[in-house]
């Protein structure tokens, strides 16, 4: 006689390409049965078409109209699927449902954060104390690197309940060209947002010219601040190619065509777009409030972490790109710390927390 499998499941907003192998393995895992609830397919900031993974999932929505995620027939999902253990993703009124959920029928919560000291900084009174009592009730955290974790101990969790579950690529679809065939010397890619710094990358790119007066840049994304962006860099005589908006299949042939990648941002928890960089052997010079920083990105190692000061990455980047045997070190690096962020580690992690929230799982699994 078999025993009963531990009901797992993970709710979190919408499907993102970084995950779905992860699903994938952890519905392969004989000790569980493992679905996932999406609360939406779509956000309005997306439009990618996604190839989904072969695991079970659910859709409360199709298109959310916003971020907030109101979701209150989740609460027949779980009646149906009644998890043993419940991972959110995050803390939209859809989880809290969820959450409410495991407190009266006894299951087991799970909180993954990928948030940290820098993004959450701002958050409402309301936001921080909502937090506070999930992370009470919550028997296991789970967290993509070092800042998540940072944030979890500020609200005194302690250490033996967080488990490190790292947002990762698909390493082996990204192309590592020779640095010397490379075409363009910068490059952006990502959402052309305040956020993400267009006109910072822009003014960067200015005072590198004066040293590099060939300087190539390749631009890959889309969002509000594009004809600004692109104005700028025309109105300053740079030569930039404009990729715009790309699909995931495309995407991995990019990164290899520049030497280095420059992720300037406000607030990014992680920024898997370094992921990205880095399995495709380029360098990257990246702003300390991206939870990637002092993480996969070491500074002097595989890039730099720098404070967003446009002189001083440009100072970096010409040294950087004037000296071959440091570039490609780097490179080389860049390369080599990527292949321990891969989706088994992720997959693990999860494990991991889940056998701590229900030992009689780990007993199983021994």
Not at 9 to 33: C, D, K, W
Not at 237 to 247: Q, R
Not at 252 to 274: E, Q, R
Request: glycine residues 4%; charged residues 25%; hydrophobic residues 40%.
């Amino acid at each position: 006689m078999t025993s009963k499998k531990i009901n797992v499941v993970y709710l979190t907003q919408v499907p993102g390409p970084y995950r779905e192998r992860m699903h994938e393995i952890l519905a392969n895992e004989a000790s569980i049965f493992y679905s996932v609830i999406y609360c939406a397919k779509l956000e309005p900031n997306r439009d990618w078409e996604l190839t989904y993974g072969d695991y079970n999932k659910y859709f409360l929505a199709g298109k959310s109209k916003t971020f907030r995620h109101n979701n209150p027939s989740v609460w027949k999902l779980m009646n149906k699927l009644k998890p043993d253990a419940l991972i959110i993703s995050a803390f939209k009124p859809t989880m809290l449902y969820a959450i409410i959920w495991c407190l009266l029928n006894g299951g087991k919560i799970i909180v993954y954060n990928d948030g940290t000291l820098e993004s959450e900084r701002n958050f409402s009174k309301i936001q921080k104390f909502i937090r506070k009592i999930v992370f009470k009730k919550a028997h296991a955290f789970v967290a993509p690197g070092k800042g998540s974790m940072d944030l979890y101990r500020s609200y005194e969790v302690p250490e033996q309940k967080m488990f490190r579950s790292c947002l990762c690529i698909d390493n082996s679809k990204f192309i590592n060209t020779d640095l010397d065939q490379r075409e363009y010397h910068i490059m952006f890619a990502g959402q052309i947002v305040q956020r993400k710094m267009p006109l910072f990358f822009v003014e960067v790119a200015k005072q590198i010219k004066r040293l590099i007066p060939e300087l190539k840049i390749l631009i890959v994304g889309d969002g509000d601040q594009r004809e600004e962006m692109l104005s700028e860099l025309i109105k300053n005589k740079l030569d930039y190619t404009f990729a715009g908006f790309v699909d995931q299949d495309v995407l991995p042939s990019l990164y290899s065509k520049a030497k280095l990648f420059l992720f300037p941002t406000l607030n990014d928890p992680w920024g898997v777009v370094a992921n990205e960089a880095c399995a495709s052997g380029t360098a990257v010079i990246i702003s300390p409030v991206a939870g990637a920083a002092n993480d996969l990105i070491v500074h002097g190692e595989n890039g730099y972490v720098l404070s967003t000061d446009p002189k001083l990455w440009a100072e970096h980047i010409v040294n950087l790109l004037k000296d071959e045997e440091l570039l490609s070190t780097f490179s080389k690096n860049a390369l080599k710390i990527v292949q321990k962020f891969n989706h088994h580690q992720s997959a693990n992690g999860i494990m991991e927390s889940i056998e701590y929230a229900l030992p009689q799982l780990a007993l199983k699994r021994s």
